[in-house]
């Protein structure tokens, strides 16, 4: 189970969202499918583009997280066990433009 390290930006990101308790609950349900189990099949996980290391989650049909892994194994692929780094929690088009 990896461990999940917000940035700021993740963290400010999530204080525009205290006020909507249930899209609230779908962040916290899907931080813990992240911390659990980070390939879960709910999460939808993809790759961003034009970031070639940070990852987006989904949160729900508008909402997306995106996240780095810390490590990487030596094939390249992402050390699924290894802390990952909360980076923005956006809707789904900005997050793709600013996944950082």
Not at 4 to 20: G, N, V
């Amino acid at each position: 189970m990896p461990k999940l390290i917000p940035s700021e930006k993740f963290i400010e990101d999530a204080e525009r969202f205290r006020r909507q308790p249930e899209i609230m609950k779908k962040i916290a349900k899907s931080l813990g499918l992240l911390e659990k189990n980070p390939l879960h099949h709910g999460l939808r996980l993809e790759r961003i583009v034009n970031d070639p290391m940070a990852w987006a989650a989904r949160v729900d049909q508008r909402c997306r997280l995106s996240f780095d892994p810390e490590k990487t194994l030596p094939a390249g692929n992402p050390d699924w066990s290894a802390p990952l780094r909360l980076l923005r929690l956006l809707d789904h088009d900005d997050l793709y433009r600013h996944p950082r």
